[in-house]
Every structure is written in C-alpha cells, then in structure tokens.
C-alpha cells in the first residue's frame, strides 16, 4: 500500500513517536523511509562571523535531531534517506513529498514552532491542507 514514507522530524516529543509509528509501517509494508529535518532560514542581515555561526549551530542542531531520529526507526528491510533542509517546514515538506512520490507523510502533532496551532501545529495543519499525500499525524 505505501511504498515510499516521509517520515518529518523536529526533535520534539510528537516527532519521535510518529518515528516510532513510521518505522512500525515501514517494517510492515517494506516500505522505503526518508526521514526530513527542515531547519528555519538564516537572516542574511546577520553579516559575518555571526552569519557563519548561525549557520553552523542550525545545522549542527538539525544533524543532531537526524541523528535521533534515525536511531529511534532503527532497522527497516528497506533504504533510509536522510535531507536536512532550510526553509519553511511545512513548505518544505509538501515539496518533497511532491518531489519524491512519497505515498505517506507521517509527523507530529505539534512541534517545537515558536506559534502553535489550537489543535495542530501550524506546519501539521498546513501539511494535511496541501500534501499530495495521505497525511498521518502522531500524537
């Protein structure tokens, strides 16, 4: 039924029990993983070094929510891909599952957003409003 998952990931409570239930489906369907971490652009205004520092720390922070999230799917029988992206999370999202014929997206209810939706998050509610895709959200 799902051949291709996308598995959205923010480091947040909600993202690592929607790994868990990605990992969960992907085992039972064979299904390929592509786990996806959007992180928030860099104002250019910044300058250098303080640019170059904001850059850094946003993907050292990106690398390390990869990281858990791909020791909390674990094993598969299928391929895991991995993306660090910059950009809006709920774009970002829409654009890949477009771009690479995900069958399923699967994230968190809510996430680590500065705003949250009443009940979703505000990426999950905008997500489940233009993905190409069926869209599970995890609580």
């Known amino acids: 039924m799902f051949e291709r998952i996308l598995l959205a990931v923010d480091g947040s409570e909600h993202a ?20 996806v971490v959007v992180y ?20 050292d922070e990106a690398h390390t ?3 858990k999230a791909v020791e909390t799917v674990g094993d598969i029988p299928a ?5 660090l992206l910059e ?5 970002a999202i829409i654009e890949v ?8 997206i ?5 996430g680590l957003g500065r705003l949250a939706g009443l ?15 069926p869209v599970l959200i995890v609580r």
């Open 16 to 35: 690592l029990r929607a790994a868990k239930v990605a990992a969960d489906l992907a085992r039972c369907m064979k299904a390929e993983l592509r786990i």
């Open 65 to 67: 929510i990869l990281q």
């Open 106 to 110: 699967v994230m968190g209810s809510r």
């Open 40 to 59: 928030a652009p860099i104002p250019p205004y910044l300058g250098e070094p303080n640019l170059q520092r904001a850059i850094n720390s946003r993907l």
């Open 87 to 91: 950009g809006d999370a709920a774009e």
């Open 97 to 104: 599952a477009k771009t690479r014929n995900s069958d399923l």
């Open 119 to 133: 009940l979703l998050g505000s990426a999950s509610q905008k997500v489940v409003s233009h993905a190409p895709c």
């Open 79 to 83: 391929e895991i891909h991995t993306e």
